[in-house]
């Protein structure tokens, strides 16, 4: 390569002195001059980004967090804002007025792999960021922000090009799948230096308080001081915790959280029914033969669960009957085999299911759109088979459809489809606000999914009361899950601030 010295700057130079040119644009030189008095802004009150986004309107509340974020809680916080309310524009405010001030220059942010795409497309349109997706061969180190999804973030090779770099700050999307310090990811993200972080979730206590406990530990070690100490001092069980009052102000000094309410914006109603329903006695009896199988197996174990088989149970027969002939093929013991042939036999010589008639009714009543949340990919398709016989057009949606196919089967519903019937993985991260039935089929142990699901409808943009019905069959185990998402829910109000209703106050 030849490298020579360039001499057009003297001829520029000698131009401007005989011909008497201007040396500078005024307006240039203006719009520079505006900059650099921007960059040497002597504190952080108010926010410089707004008036340089002309393709994002932020809310109220959301210049409001990320005021918050920067001026108080220097730029490590858990953004905790109700679903629907817009925390990713939060996020992307509070990293642009870091970026214009200079103190960012590089960023890191992890997203579940649906996610991805949405996280690039708002950073480039709304803030002007040069957001880029991490694909397999990205040399990080040649962009300035990267997404990336979590699962390929914490594995190798990525893993270590991720910390051969040095991030200003790293943003973590849906950050209750952290967990607990025992997960990889959560090891992952720990491992990383970090001078801003920004941990988003809607739901930061998801089963217990300890995973609230591990995710301000990421923020700032040592503020709930040490696991040992947190739970001594608060007397803190998985469902129960004392002093609750000094803990919820401990939080609130790294956690920003906005409800629908605080917003000022109006919102349509929610409304909550429990539906309780009464197996056949087939039904009922195919469940307790179920249950005996424990006193006769020993095949439960890591492989087979008997909460997994009653709760399937409570699905649909082909749900249980993947599990159970499973277990017939794994088992040795004759007599066992014999049992569950014969369980099997039973199970499909049902002609009714009660759920599924429960869920034809709710449907017919409502005469509109409506989506269902079911756990099992084989309920799912029973399910829209069993509408279609009723004539009732309904579209699937899962975790395995690529993103493509997901925005397909969402605009089939919204155009052509009066049902959506989606599995929990299916549901993340899509909106539906043009749908306002929600019916859970299958309740989660975790009361934050019920309200993730319902956050998918009820959001900005919904224009309609939403209605929401949590099906629970009686004298079965889904009464045990009613019962313990209400001590669940107990405990996060308790800590995080009061949810809008995920279950009605009537009992099954």
């Known amino acids: 390569m030849i490298i020579e010295r360039s001499s057009e700057w003297q001829e520029g130079f000698i131009e401007r002195l005989e011909q008497k040119v201007p040396w500078d644009n005024w307006q240039l030189y203006k719009m520079s001059y505006e900059v650099e008095k921007m960059n040497l802004i002597p504190d952080f009150s108010g926010l410089q980004c707004p008036k340089i986004l002309s393709n ?70 709304k803030f002007f960021i040069p957001a880029h997706a991490y694909k397999k061969n990205t040399q990080i ?44 990811i959560y ?143 794994k088992c040795t013991n004759e007599e066992e085999i014999d049992y569950i042939e014969r369980l099997i036999e039973e199970l499909m010589a049902l002609e009714i299911n009660s759920k599924a008639e429960k869920t034809l009714e709710i449907i017919q009543e409502a005469n509109d759109k409506v989506l269902i949340f079911t756990e099992y990919r084989a309920t799912q398709a029973y399910l829209q088979w069993y509408l279609q016989t009723k004539g009732i057009t309904s579209v699937t949606f899962n975790g395995k459809f690529s993103k493509s196919k997901r925005d397909w089967m969402k605009q089939l519903f919204r155009d052509k489809a009066q049902v959506l019937i989606a599995t929990e993985s299916g549901g993340e991260g899509i909106n539906l606000q043009f749908c306002s039935h929600v019916i859970n089929y299958d309740l989660p142990w975790n009361p934050m999914k019920l309200e993730q699901r319902i956050g998918r409808v009820h959001r900005l943009g919904q224009e309609q009361d939403v209605h929401i019905y949590n099906l629970a069959i009686q004298h079965t185990i889904e009464e045990d899950i009613v019962r313990l998402l209400s001590e669940k829910i107990d405990v996060f109000e308790k800590v995080v601030g009061e949810l809008d209703a995920i279950l009605s106050e009537k009992s099954i």
């Not at 000022?264 to 539906?275: A, F, K, P, Q, S």
């Open 56 to 125: 994002l309107s932020p809310l109220p509340h959301q210049l409001q967090v990320a005021e918050t974020v920067i001026e108080r809680m220097n730029g490590k916080a858990i953004l905790a804002d109700e679903v629907g309310l817009g925390k990713t524009i939060e996020a992307g405010l509070i990293l642009k007025e870091y970026l214009i001030r200079g103190l960012v220059k590089k960023a890191l942010i992890l997203a579940p792999a649906s996610l991805i795409n949405q996280w690039v497309d708002e950073l480039n349109s």
């Open 187 to 329: 090891q992952f993200v720990q491992s990383l230096k970090k001078k801003f972080c920004l941990l988003l979730t809607a739901t930061p206590i998801q089963n217990n308080v300890f995973e609230l406990f591990y995710l301000i530990s990421l923020l700032k070690p040592g503020h709930l001081g040490s696991f040992e100490a947190f739970q001594s001092a608060f007397s803190a069980s998985k469902y129960d915790l004392e002093h609750d009052e000094f803990l919820k102000e401990l939080v609130h000094q790294v956690m920003v959280r906005n409800r629908r309410q605080d917003t000022g914006i109006e919102w349509t109603n929610r409304c909550v029914e429990m539906v309780p329903i009464c197996f056949t006695d087939e039904e009922q009896r195919v469940y307790n033969q179920i249950l005996h199988l424990k006193n006769i197996s020993s095949i439960f174990s890591g492989a087979f669960s008997m909460i997994t088989l009653i709760k399937e149970m409570c699905s649909s027969k082909e749900a249980t009957y993947l599990t159970l002939n499973m277990m017939r093929q």
């Open 141 to 184: 180190a040649h962009y300035p922000i990267i997404v990336m999804s979590m699962d390929t973030a914490k594995k190798s090779p990525h893993r270590e090009q991720i910390y051969m770099q040095q991030f200003d700050m790293i943003i973590i999307d849906e950050a209750h799948k952290l967990k607990n310090h025992k997960t990889q």
